[in-house]
């Protein structure tokens, strides 16, 4: 995936983030370690990459040893809070004053776990410090939110996304892709180089996605099998998908959809797995 092969590994290969590069060396001017930190912003907008990006510029060649990720969507719960992470944040960090533990999409941690968190968070701050990444930090709850500090991370700009892409591009020696196509692809990732550089490697900002959504009425889409329907959202990106049912909702003026819309919209927000809620709106589209 070229989204990995690019991912930044350092400050020097980050792009779009100049300002929490600063601020992040102004923390650690003196060797002082990093406070507890929170980045939230939206989906692809570089937060889990940046945390790996200060674990490495910390811990240089020390840091598989002392750098510890976790994704709160799967690991949540008030045990795994209290045994697991427990047991890694009272660890001697190897070779280094401190360690860091990632906690990914920390906003699906149950209030019971994060409370705990805070005492945790105290007791061995000295060794440990933690990195939380929300897409929703309203969803922490007060005591714990105070404990960090807070960096959004807001969409990308479109011409910086677009300048990344025609490195990618570049480098990967794709031809036949002008800069009027990147920009094109940049726009139509809304703020998300994830979506971008994935864009990029199907060759065509709209990708297959479109293609099928050209001539695509909300009577055929309902005429389709119940199979067809549920695997069309398995055909690509989920909020591309998405977008395109919406546009035939409004094109064809189909608002008695507005609530399954809606109702499904709210939830691929609140959610890593948008294409199970997707899959379910597009089974309901045809009863």
Not at 59 to 68: I, Q
Not at 140 to 158: K, N, W
Not at 173 to 179: C, K, L, P, R, Y
Not at 234 to 245: L, N, R, T
Request: net charge neutral.
């Amino acid at each position: 995936m070229l989204f990995e092969n690019y991912r930044p590994k350092l400050y020097k290969d980050t792009v779009g983030r100049q300002s929490h590069i600063d601020q992040l060396k102004q923390m650690v001017v003196n060797g002082d370690p990093i406070p507890h930190l929170l980045f939230f912003g939206p989906p692809g907008t570089g937060k889990t990459t940046f945390a790996k990006v200060v674990a490495n510029e910390i811990f240089g060649d020390r840091c598989s040893n002392n750098f510890f990720e976790f994704n709160a969507s799967a690991d949540r719960g008030i045990d795994f809070i209290r045994n697991e992470i427990t047991d890694i944040a009272k660890r001697r960090p190897f070779g280094t004053a401190y360690k860091i533990v990632l906690m990914d999409e920390a906003d699906y941690i149950t209030p019971d776990a994060q409370a705990c968190f805070r005492r945790i968070l105290e007791e061995y701050q000295k060794t440990t410090r933690f990195i939380f990444t929300a897409n929703f930090p309203y969803k922490l709850i007060p005591a714990l939110h105070s404990r960090f500090v807070s960096m959004e991370f807001p969409i990308i700009d479109v011409k910086t996304i677009a300048m990344r892409l025609k490195y990618i591009a570049h480098c990967e020696g794709m031809t036949g892709i002008d800069d009027k196509r990147l920009i094109a692809m940049a726009k139509e990732s809304n703020g998300d180089l994830r979506k971008a550089i994935n864009m990029l490697q199907g060759g065509t900002p709209e990708s297959l996605i479109s293609a099928k959504f050209d001539t695509l009425t909300l009577d055929e889409l309902r005429g389709m099998s119940t199979n067809d329907r549920i695997m069309l959202a398995y055909a690509g990106d989920a909020d591309q998908i998405f977008s395109k049912i919406w546009d035939l909702v409004q094109k064809e003026q189909a608002w008695e959809y507005l609530e399954l819309l809606s109702n499904c919209n709210y939830k691929m927000n609140m959610s890593v797995h948008k294409t199970l809620f997707l899959a379910t709106m597009l089974d309901k589209l045809g009863k």
